[in-house]
């Protein structure tokens, strides 16, 4: 199976998944989209109501803005793909529950391992802790680095810096490094497999950043 079919077959899997409670309260699920053949790939935190309407992800005022930060390093949103690590919108826009990030991740893998992206952009603390589990968002933010061969580049999601305009330029300089990691990323290829992610090692630490980011998706 190519990747367009592989993609195709996930997001009908998506559409009509039960696997948790969250298809109680969907309208739409929201697969993802983008290229098959990107090199860049974002992964969110789950939609938010324009999406849940949609169907689509990164349609409301965080994807306005995710799409300014893309136009200031050069780069269109129909180049890269662009999903979350929940598929379908939490209630009330409520942070993922463990169980619905268990649910679909075997459709984020699947995803991932079809498109083969050089590089993701985490966006948020939830799809971070997926490549970085003990990581602290407001330590790594903006730094690439290497985690089984793939280099991840964590960020702040961009709902947090309409709900804390404080980190805003944050995100934005954040953003203003990802021409240098995706070059980086394309140079060295998946050579660095055996890297750790920084603090993978280290006791969890007590969680951050409590805005609900997922309420102006």
Same mark, same amino acid.
């Given at each position: ?74 780069? $269109? ?24 990030? @268990? ?34 968002? %407001? ?26 305009? %404080?980190?805003?330029? @944050? ?19 998946? $050579? ?7 603090? @993978? ?9 409590? %805005?609900?980011?997922? %309420?102006?998706?």
């Amino acid at each position: 199976m190519n990747t367009m079919d592989t993609l195709a077959e996930v997001a009908a899997q998506v559409k009509v998944c039960e696997k948790c409670a969250l298809h109680f309260s969907r309208k739409n699920a929201v697969p993802g989209e983008g290229p098959a053949d990107s090199e860049i790939m974002f992964i969110g935190e789950g939609p938010g109501f324009y999406e849940n309407e949609q169907g689509r992800p990164f349609v409301g005022q965080a994807g306005k803005f995710l799409e300014e930060l893309l136009a200031e390093v050069n780069l $269109k949103r129909e180049q890269v793909f662009i999903t979350n690590v929940v598929k379908c919108r939490p209630p009330g826009n409520r942070d993922p529950l463990p169980e619905e990030l @268990t649910a679909c991740n075997g459709y984020l893998e699947r995803q991932i391992e079809a498109i083969d992206p050089c590089i993701i952009v985490t966006l948020g603390r939830y799809s971070m802790a997926k490549f970085m589990p003990f990581a602290r968002i %407001s330590e790594v933010h903006g730094r690439a680095t290497w985690v089984n061969g793939r280099l991840i580049v964590p960020m702040y999601h961009p709902a947090a810096a309409l709900h804390q305009p %404080s980190l805003k330029t @944050t995100v934005v300089q954040d953003f203003k490094k990802l021409p240098a990691a995706i070059e980086q990323a394309r140079k060295d290829g998946h $050579k660095k497999a055996d890297q750790e992610a920084p603090d @993978t090692r280290q006791e969890p630490k007590p969680p951050e950043d409590t %805005s609900q980011q997922l %309420s102006l998706f």
